[in-house]
């Protein structure tokens, strides 16, 4: 979701752009996502893991 903070620059995101103020600048960035190789990397990770006990 998107604001307008008190200064008039636009922060928050809007489907896959982020909207980030650094000083006096609102940069626009795109949301990072993920490939299929992180993705069966962390599910691999979540695979092996035996909570204790």
């Not at 896959?16 to 599910?43: A, C, L, M």
Request: glycine share 10%; aromatic share 12%; charged share 20%.
């Amino acid at each position: 979701m998107e604001k307008i903070n008190p200064k008039g620059q636009l922060s928050g995101s809007i489907g896959r752009f982020v909207f980030v103020n650094i000083g006096d600048i609102t940069v626009v960035r795109t949301e990072p996502h993920q490939t299929n190789s992180s993705y069966r990397k962390i599910s691999e990770l979540f695979w092996k893991y035996q909570p204790p006990g």
